[in-house]
């Protein structure tokens, strides 16, 4: 198999569209990847600052309602429920503007990597507030560096206040730290980053490094922080002195700050190790639970040859014929994914889902994505969405998805398709003859187009 | 109707799909085989931090009144006295003829060995990773026990809810269920997905086992809505945490059948404000939960279960300005079921002075949840003691057994 607009949509894009055509030849298909990021900004998110403005004025009255009583405590804490309500508001607001970029992108790869990466770094917000910010780390650190050298998305995202608050680089001290001294501070060394840096972003977790490394990373590490504008900042104070040996080589001698902790990152980002990791977890991602081993290896050798440059890693993928193979079952969709490709195929109008309530949102796209088993932004741990397929396609799981594919495009649509018509929308010429079959059989529309939808020919890629 | 996974009920159900027995998983022969111990296990993570101050009240403390102030409870409030010293909260008094018989207890003053941060979010991963300290493992505590067991099979083990019990994920298999998952389709809608599944590895037993667990035969009553456009088949959702009768039902099910170990969660136990309300709802939840596992497990299981629900972390012994507590340190452990030599509060008391206490304001924990749990998982698999505190629970010494079961 090679090239074919049908399969480079299902396969790397956001699954096909009636109204929109599907990239003509790799080329293009690349080329999506250049320019502006036409999607951000048609369906923007909450940014940042104004998460951490919102965030400010919680904390205000959270501390107001602490100090009042009596009928005014009791105002400051429906004032405070209501604000907790917003930040799941904005939450949902962020759920709908995914589902909208995958609907109506004309470069598709695009939104597919913006969620292989947002998982790849995965950040868990552990408040409602800060689940409420993850969008906007995605939109800030991950999309505009998808497709530019690894070693700046690595920066971008281990170093943003999202990472740092999640893997709690914030709370790190350096135990020789002059704040450790000062402060008799117990809570010392946190090499909760630092672990993750190497195990999940770089190395991998069978990469060359030892818990020494670990623990020197962290040490190196100490400083990096979040100031009070909610912005990255480095605390000398809390950096632990002297120079760290990590991977063999030494950092930080001269002086703590940024620089070290950028020049750590970029040599991890170029360690073959990290080529390797990155090259098999895109293969696993794109193509199969087990891929092609000279997949693979084509895609790491690019990925040395170029210091790490993502889209010459991506181009390799994309020209190695086993990217294209159907030989076996292709890799099963996630649950976000299901849904978002299925409001895609569907051609759900703009205004239905930007005039949607934030309980719509809710009923309609965010709990039944978590009843499929993907709590939205909200994996188990920093190890972000099991990639087998046997973790998505559970009894529980795909009974979420036979439901939410009988019942809910007729919420999202005043008239459903054609199901004859359908078939050819959602899943091409590829369309196997006992789902053509099934749309002519059912006995409802509702049904013909929740099983069209709910067929391994369109839960896979 | 029955859930449970008979064969019977099975191939009824292929008769109606017209699909083969031998795709699914739980249907070749050797899941039919003896399962790998006898005792059934419950564990119930309760999420949000639970004020054991509050569930099994100390009122024989000197300190109690005036430190629990608005919260303070006793007989005279209303509580059940257990034993002259402490008294159980209103709410759970359903719970009250257990304890009589023996069949309910409680530890007292346990905690993970989190510390300090009182975070949920982190003390629930510690909590379900059974580990000392965050990050040292990506599994859970009650799948690397059924790793050390031989004979698992898919349906020793089920989690119920949505993908959420971390103490039961890594790589031993787990069933995972929800009983609000339920898929009632239309006779033809059900043949159709079958049709369209038949073909695929993973999809095809999915489906089957999706259509067993619902139970019901297939319902022949699809309501019309007014344009005529089939069932009115509701959105899915995750299940909420509360109301917890469907769950414990199907629960009890499975553990008659050949289910060994189940795991679900409750939610909504933190009692910031209001505790008196929040708290009697979630107690009454988790009261409502266990009679519904002892009803339905039938006298014969029931005494040969044991219900272990345990939670992040214990609350402030201070009361709030908004009749609440705030996240503390040492709380406690709720056990019930048939095989629990029950009918006492264990754990060492830590006493209420301000000395005693955890940072000046937390109940000091003076046992680990993990050990008690260790004990029980003991108790329940006959695992030996060098696998539960070097596998399941990495470094714990267990210590002396407090010999939970009977």
Known sequence: MSFSPQRAEIRFGCGLSPQIAPPQSLDVLLAGLDGPDAMAERFPVLSYDAYWQRRAQWLELRRKRRKASGARAAALADQTRAANRRFFQDLLQGVGQNVQRWSRTGTGFRERLALFWADHFTVVGKSGPQRSAVASYVDAAIRPNMSGRFADLLIAAVTHPMMLAYLDQQASVGPGSVFALRKGDTRGLNENLAREVMELHTLGVGGPYSQQDVRQLAELFTGLGIDKSGGRTFRPGRAEPGAEVVLGRSYGGDRAGLEAVYRVLYDLALHPATADHIARKLAVHFVSDSPDQGLVGHMSARFLATDGDLRAVYAAMLEHPAAWSDEAPGNVKPPFDFVASACRALAVPEARLRDAEPGQVNRLIYQPVRAMGQFWQRPAGPDGWPEADEAWVTPQGLSARLRWAMAVPRRLLTDLPDPRGFVDDALGHAAPEPVRFAARAAETRAEAVGLILSAPAFQRR | MTRTLSRRAFLAR????????????????????????????????????????????????????????????????????????????????????????????????????????????????????????????????????????????????????????????????????????????????????????????????????????????????????????????????????????????????????????????????????????????????????????????????????????????????????????????????????????????????????????????????????????????????????????????PGLDMGADPRLLR
């Open chain 2, 14 to 393: 292929s008769a109606v799909l017209g699909c083969s027995a031998a795709a699914t998983p739980f249907l070749t022969p050797v899941s039919y085989a003896a399962a790998p111990w006898d005792t059934r296990l419950v564990v119930i993570i309760l999420r949000g931090g639970m004020d054991g101050l509050d569930v099994v009240q100390p009122y024989g403390a000197p300190e109690y009144d005036a430190l629990r102030g608005a919260l303070a409870g006793g007989p005279g409030q209303g509580a059940s006295d257990l034993d002259g010293f402490f008294a159980l909260h209103p709410a759970l008094s359903p719970l009250m003829p257990l304890w009589v018989r023996g069949e309910l207890g409680f530890v007292h003053a346990v905690s993970t060995p989190y510390r300090d941060k009182r975070s949920h979010f982190d003390g629930q991963d510690l909590l379900e990773a059974g580990t000392a300290g965050l990050g040292e493992v990506r599994d859970g505590w009650l799948n690397r026990m059924l790793q050390l067991v031989p004979g698992v099979e898919a349906q020793t083990a089920f989690a119920l809810g949505h993908g959420e019990m971390k103490v039961l994920s890594g790589a031993a298999p787990v069933a995972d269920w929800s009983p609000e998952a339920e898929l009632s389709m239309s006779p033809q809608a059900m043949r159709l997905a079958e049709l369209v599944m038949q073909d695929d590895p993973l999809f095809h037993p999915a489906l089957s086992e999706a259509l067993m667990l619902s139970g019901e035969a297939p319902s022949m009553m699809a309501e019309e809505d007014e344009d005529g456009e089939g069932m009115m088949m509701e959105p899915p959702r995750a299940a909420s945490g509360k109301g917890m009768i469907p769950v414990a039902r199907f629960a009890a099910e499975q553990l008659r059948g050949d289910s060994r170990l189940v795991s679900f969660s409750i939610t909504g136990w933190d009692s910031h404000r209001n505790q008196s309300r929040i708290l009697g709802g979630a107690l009454g939840n988790l009261a409502e939960t266990i009679t519904t596992l002892h009803d339905g497990l039938g006298s014969e299981v029931w005494g040969k279960t044991a219900i272990v629900a345990m939670t992040e972390f214990g609350r402030t012994v201070r009361v709030n300005g908004t009749g609440g507590t705030d996240h503390g340190t040492g709380g406690a452990m709720v056990l019930a079921g048939g095989a629990l030599r029950g009918g006492q509060v264990y754990g060492q008391w830590p006493g209420l002075e301000e000395a005693a206490l955890y940072d000046r304001r937390d109940l000091m924990p003076t046992g680990d949840v993990r050990a008690a749990a260790a004990w029980i998982l003991r108790g329940v698999s006959g695992l030996d003691r060098a696998g539960l505190e070097g596998t399941v629970f």
